[in-house]
């Protein structure tokens, strides 16, 4: 028989039972201890951690049943256990705040990882994404049903003790979750600290320094205690998705995607692999197979793209875009098991889409859009509201800027005003009276003079046929070369496909300043994986967003411009896969304003992107849930960040 609950009362608070006071009290105790919780002496008897003489210990003691902001006292505090350290980096405000941060650390010489772990930089990241991973498995199993996190209970009820990990998704990033060095082993954590209201529960906080993580240090932090096998096994596969992202241009190849690769996800909103009997693993065409020798893996066998323009037709739903989406995905490494470890992509190819309503400013989009009407410029264009076609004329210029060598298009969310104009609408409006020069008529000069190469889901634009180097063509999920039957058909059927009037020009060298009034109140702070909040000053908010320059109406140009931006949006940046890379692009920005001093494009995307994750702003104490973007992902949302002030 369950024990007997403890009277609630009425909603008023004046039932029999004493009302909210005497609820709280007979559950959590007169100093708010929790009810199932152990005592203080039988915690002390119970845990080898946890003595009577140890001082976090006592410190927990003194503080239970007193105000939240005690807590403070344990701020950047170390405190030494038998063969580890806990540090507390910062301490949340109250029980509602943000998490507090706090570090595991245990030297190497009681950890014993053996430097396979950690003697490359790319088996460190390996390792540190097994640990946290497996400390986030940890945790979930020691603290099953003994957090409270608040919610129904009100004020009073019991909040907080949670310990927590910033736990990787299936792509491999350097993270700072972790880390693991020939000196120690650090797991650097988020704990809620336990309360009622405003009330510490010091046995909670107690149960969860000094038993729940010292279990964490044993079971996560010891090598004898991991599967060693599974985590070398990781390091491995990581080592050889490098190695072969290394070799794609020697072997003239942008992407590689491996014999018996699972490339559909479960679903749009997940990126677990598809695990059914019917799921159908990618065979290569014979045409197309490359064989690639791996320094773990050896031999394996699976369907170059070639450098220049392949085009991915088919069909409706027969996995044209699933393909891409696997092939822009492999820009990152992929743990055992995912499905795409042998999918490997070039890693600056960048997707491009249309974009209506963004930022683009002082950027040159001649390239594509010219001649416009009443002799309005393009070679600084800038817009607070881009249309479609604008839009991925900036993306692809922005791209190049910062050297990506392979774009990614797919017809579904492209502009059809940019990609082609057919030979009747040629007929119709003249070259000289259409701004728009369509992709069609720019994709090869891109390749052959910029070295840039395309890969395009194409399902209704024929006229691509014309200047693809390959053509892919996806059957019932099954790839075939049609490359000869598609040069057949464009000899059969000739599209006239306009010459450009003007030639591509040279690649942007913009010039940038991140004003430091971007941070004046509180730094950026990513809000979800798209969106990071911008805390901007009196003095940057009061200013006009930039002019728009060129297109006009006519070319869909919106005008109902905001006056004031309060989040940078990162919507369209499909290649960003963690909200900890998002909290990285924050800090980053951060860091910009605090060197504000006007440089290029590249050169603010070169020093952000070679600082160390752990040196970014991080507040107080050591961030452990950044992490790496891309550089192209960094330039991007710089791109797209209103007031920045950038000159061409």
């Given at each position: ?38 005592s203080?002496?039988?915690l ?17 003691a ?37 998490p507090?941060?706090?570090r595991l650390?245990?030297d ?53 003790g ?29 704990a ?10 010091a046995s ?13 240090v ?7 205690s991991?599967?060693?096998?599974a ?36 679903s ?38 070639r ?6 037709c088919?069909?409706g ?14 820009v990152?490494?992929h743990a ?7 999918v ?24 594509f ?36 060598s ?39 000069e ?9 890969i395009?889901v ?14 892919v ?6 790839p ?9 058909i ?47 000053s ?10 728009t ?9 919106r ?66 849930n ?7 992902e ?15």
């Amino acid at each position: 028989m369950s024990p007997e609950r403890p009277n609630r009362g009425s909603r008023g608070g004046h039932s029999r039972g004493g009302g909210r006071g005497a609820y709280y009290k007979a559950r959590y105790g007169s100093r708010g201890a929790h009810q199932d919780a152990p005592s203080g002496r039988a915690l002390a008897e119970s845990s080898k951690w946890a003595s009577r003489q140890h001082e976090l210990f006592s410190l927990l003691a003194s503080m239970d049943g007193k105000q939240y902001g005690h807590y403070k006292q344990l701020s950047g505090r170390c405190f030494g256990f038998d063969g580890f350290s806990l540090t507390f980096d910062s301490i949340q405000t109250d029980a509602y705040a943000p998490p507090s941060r706090i570090r595991l650390r245990v030297d190497q010489k009681a950890a014993k990882f053996p430097a396979t772990c950690y003697s490359t930089k790319t088996r460190a990241i390996a390792c540190v994404h097994y640990l946290s991973q497996h400390i986030h498995k940890i945790l979930a199993e020691l603290q099953n049903g003994q957090t409270s996190r608040g919610g129904s209970g009100g004020w009073h009820s019991a909040k907080g003790g949670e310990v927590a990990i910033d736990c990787p998704g299936q792509e491999i990033l350097e993270r700072t979750s972790a880390v693991i060095s020939d000196r120690m082993v650090e797991a650097r954590l988020t704990a809620g600290l336990p309360a009622a209201g405003r009330t510490i529960l010091a046995s909670a906080a107690q149960r969860m320094f000094l038993e729940t993580l010292p279990q964490v240090v044993e079971r996560a932090l010891m090598y004898r205690s991991v599967d060693s096998q599974a985590m070398h096994a990781l390091a491995a596969s990581v080592e050889d998705q490098e190695y072969l992202r290394s070799q794609l241009e020697s072997l003239g190849l942008v992407a590689f995607i491996g014999n018996g690769a699972v490339l559909p996800r479960v679903s749009g909103v997940s990126n677990m692999p598809l695990a059914t009997n019917t799921v159908v693993r990618f065979q290569a065409p014979p045409e197309l197979q490359v064989m690639v020798e791996l320094p773990n893996q050896g031999a394996v066998v699976g369907m170059g793209i070639r450098q220049g323009v392949t085009l991915i037709c088919g069909g409706g739903f027969n996995g044209k875009s699933t393909l891409l989406q696997a092939i822009e995905r492999g820009v990152y490494n992929h743990a055992p098991g995912d499905g795409r470890e042998l999918v490997v992509t070039d890693a600056t190819a960048t997707k491009i889409k249309a974009e209506e309503g963004r930022f683009v400013c002082s950027t040159d989009i001649r390239p594509f859009i010219n001649n416009l009407p009443l002799s309005k410029t393009t070679d600084a264009f800038s817009t607070a509201n881009a249309s479609g076609s604008t839009s991925m004329a900036a993306s692809i210029q922005e791209a190049v800027e910062v050297e990506a060598s392979t774009l990614l298009f797919d017809e579904d969310t492209c502009a059809t005003n940019f990609l082609v104009r057919d030979g009747r609408m040629q007929q119709l409006v003249s070259q000289d009276c259409e701004p728009i020069t369509p992709l069609v008529s720019r994709v090869r000069e891109l390749w052959e003079a910029k070295g840039v190469s395309s890969i395009m889901v194409i399902g209704g634009c024929g006229d691509y046929l014309d200047v693809a180097d390959t053509v892919v063509s996806m059957h019932g999920y099954v790839p075939s070369d049609a490359t000869k039957k598609a040069k057949d058909i464009a000899r059969r059927m000739p599209v006239v496909i306009e010459i450009p009037q003007i030639k591509y020009g040279p690649a942007l060298n913009r010039t940038i300043i991140v004003p430091k009034e971007l941070a004046a109140h509180k730094p950026p702070k990513a809000k979800t994986r798209w969106s990071i909040a911008l805390f901007l000053s009196d003095k940057l908010s009061s200013l006009e967003p930039p002019a728009t320059s060129g297109v006009g109406a006519d070319a869909h140009e919106r005008t109902d411009e905001p006056e004031v931006f309060p989040e940078l949006d990162l919507t369209a940046l499909d290649q960003l896969v963690s909200v900890s890379q998002t909290r990285a692009i924050a800090s980053m920005l951060q860091l910009a304003t605090q060197n504000a001093r006007r440089r290029t494009m590249r050169s603010l995307v070169s020093d952000m992107c070679t600082t160390a994750l752990g040196d970014l702003p991080a507040g107080h104490g050591v961030a452990g849930n950044l992490a790496r973007p891309r550089g192209i992902e960094v330039a991007l949302a710089i791109n797209r960040l209103r007031y920045a002030q950038i000159q061409p």
